[in-house]
């Protein structure tokens, strides 16, 4: 199992001590074994996160998640008390993201998910009822069977960074409306209801998610970029410290080549967030079912002790050798 420890405190002053650096062309087996994620509350990362640990466990590395939030990750990672983070969504974080990047003590490896995406999104009835693009929130009548409030997921979060300067700048007609911001169970619950009874919701989506399997949904267009261009698409980077990355060029290797599918993504989040069996688990059944993408991962990589790491997978996951 994973081991997952609380985050010490982020006190700002001063290291009390440097990390040690390695150069980059350094042996995987002089890499320290411990790999340190940042894994907010959310369906998705919780579960990639935790492939990727599955596979490093087998490749010799001790991985362990925290799960915090996005605002105190980007912190942590600044700091050095975070290694890793799988869920750098943007621009919906660009906020954080931007003066974290200025400081030069974060690495970005790129987009780990291909075909991530963001925006309002309605059961596809109310779609079929005339309200297509965010622009029709201005309607009177829509807004009223709307009852002029969006679903959010927590405050704080990059989708509610957005919604509230849709509110604050009258974006769309949003200046007199409410912002209801729970948790993504939470806002999900809400969808459901109004679904079971066919009524009328606009809320946050998201792709990859399992939302987009179980129900329904239309994304509203977003012809004034609200929730970023080109229709809301965004990247979901693999964000490393530093000197983690200087120091650990086999695992920053494997971070790298690690990037899946939204649709893939949608099926783990499926099988953690909405049939509630544990992460590992779902990890693990992803991993045996997709031998091919797995060895992709791994190109070039090696065990902790300097082995190829595809044959060592191999054998740890009972992978097939024409993977």
């Given at each position: 199992m994973m081991k997952r420890y609380p985050l010490p405190l982020i006190v700002g002053s001063a290291l009390l001590t440097l990390p040690l650096v390695v150069p980059a062309t350094a042996m995987a087996q002089q890499e320290d074994a411990s790999v340190r994620f940042s894994a907010p509350a959310w369906p998705g990362v919780t579960v990639k996160t935790a492939m990727a640990s599955?596979?490093?466990?087998?490749?010799?590395?001790?991985?362990?998640?925290q799960e915090i939030g996005s605002t105190i990750t980007y912190e942590a990672l600044n700091l050095g008390e975070i290694d890793a983070f799988l869920a750098a969504w943007l621009p919906a974080q660009q906020p954080m993201y931007d003066p974290s990047m200025e400081k030069g003590t974060i690495v970005d490896l790129g987009?780990?998910?291909?075909?991530?995406?963001?925006?309002?999104?309605?059961?596809?009835?109310?779609?079929?009822?005339?309200?297509?693009?965010?622009?029709?929130?201005?309607?009177?009548?829509?807004a009223e069977r709307l009852g002029r409030t969006v679903y959010n997921i927590e405050a704080g979060s990059g989708m509610s960074e957005i919604l509230n300067r849709g509110v604050d700048e009258d974006i769309y007609g949003l200046g007199d409306w409410d912002l209801s911001e729970t948790s993504t169970p939470g806002m999900l619950s809400v969808v459901k209801d109004a679904i079971s009874n066919d009524e009328w919701v606009v809320f946050g989506g998201w792709t990859p998610h399992w939302m987009n399997i179980e129900y329904d949904i239309t994304y509203l267009d977003d012809p004034k970029d609200l929730w970023g261009p080109n229709g809301g698409r965004s990247d979901v980077k693999t964000l490393l410290n530093k000197d983690f990355a200087d120091s650990h060029p086999n695992v920053s290797k494997f971070l790298?080549?690690?990037?899946?599918?939204?649709?893939?993504?949608s099926e783990m989040i499926l099988g953690f967030g909405f049939e509630n069996r544990d992460p590992e688990e779902v990890a693990l059944e992803w991993i045996k079912k997709n031998p091919e993408k797995v060895k992709s991962f791994v190109e070039g990589v090696t065990t902790r002790n300097g082995e190829p790491a595809w044959p060592a997978l191999q054998e740890a996951f009972d992978l097939s050798q024409e993977g």
């Open positions: 599955k596979l490093l466990e087998a490749l010799g590395y001790q991985p362990s998640q987009n780990n998910v291909d075909g991530a995406r963001l925006g309002f999104a309605v059961p596809s009835y109310v779609a079929e009822a005339g309200l297509t693009s965010a622009e029709d929130l201005d309607n009177e009548e829509f790298d080549q690690v990037v899946i599918s939204a649709d893939d993504q």
